[in-house]
């Protein structure tokens, strides 16, 4: 079984709306989580890591949030552009362990 | 400062033929990771190298899959004898020397199509 679950799967929304993409996990002992943008065709680019202590994190439009005492985290896009189409991996890592888990992703596109 | 290169992109195998896939890890990175992405799922752990060592291949087939990273060029990905259940994503990945764990960096991926 996946240690980190993502939802929804997909998601359509219209240029310049919000949207929040969820994140739950299983994986301990927690050390960090990382949300990626994966565009298609192309590697996972990093957009914020939060660790135990923190709670909240921005990147320009892109705000993620974590509590690690339910191992939820969300990622919101405010004020969507064509471009914030692609696909959202939550990755969460275990204190001292160079593997990561990944979540399977929630692929969004956003429409004009 | 280039950051992970892989080559090729794209690469199409018939069932049988060998396929190998190229890594550069960023300068400076001495930690290669390489991981396959199946469509609709997340990416999974194959192997973990640092220079001229295997340190941990759990993650990859014991058949007709292996991983170097010589002291001199790319890691390479090898895959002998592909079939089609092999047609996937795979990305490589690389950390610094000393760096956490989990500051890896991703390539753009090769895409590897069996016929």
């Known amino acids: 079984k996946n240690q980190v679950e993502q939802s929804p799967q997909s998601l359509i929304i219209l240029e310049g709306k919000n949207c929040t993409l969820q994140?739950?996990?299983?994986?301990?002992?927690?050390?960090?989580l990382r949300w990626y943008k994966q565009d298609t065709g192309r590697g996972p680019v990093s957009l914020t890591i939060?660790?135990?202590?923190?709670n909240t994190k921005s990147n320009g439009r892109y705000t993620a949030t974590l509590d690690a005492d339910t191992k939820q985290s969300s990622l919101h896009i405010t004020a969507s552009q064509l471009s914030d189409s692609a696909s959202y991996i939550c990755?969460?890592?275990?204190?001292?362990?160079?593997?990561?888990?990944f979540g399977a992703g929630t692929t969004v596109t956003v429409r004009a | 400062n280039a950051g992970v290169m892989q080559n090729p992109r794209h690469l199409v195998r018939r069932r049988g033929q060998e396929a190998r896939l190229r890594c550069s890890p960023m300068?400076?990175?001495?930690?290669v990771y390489w991981y396959r992405q199946l469509p609709e799922e997340g990416l999974k752990f194959m192997v973990y190298?640092?220079?001229?060592?295997?340190?941990?291949e759990s993650g990859m087939p014991k058949e007709r899959f292996s991983a170097e990273f010589p002291k001199e060029g790319p890691s390479i990905l090898r895959i002998q004898q592909v079939v089609r259940g092999d047609s996937a994503a795979y990305f490589c990945?690389?950390?610094?020397?000393?760096?956490?764990?989990?500051?890896?960096?991703f390539g753009p991926g090769t895409r590897l199509t069996v016929t």
């Open positions: 190298l640092q220079k001229e060592n295997i340190i941990d």
């Open positions: 994140c739950n996990y299983t994986v301990s002992p927690f050390s960090n």
């Open positions: 300068k400076g990175h001495s930690h």
């Open positions: 990945a690389s950390s610094p020397l000393g760096g956490a764990p989990h500051e890896q960096y």
């Open positions: 939060m660790t135990f202590s923190e």
């Open positions: 990755v969460v890592s275990a204190f001292g362990d160079y593997k990561l888990s």
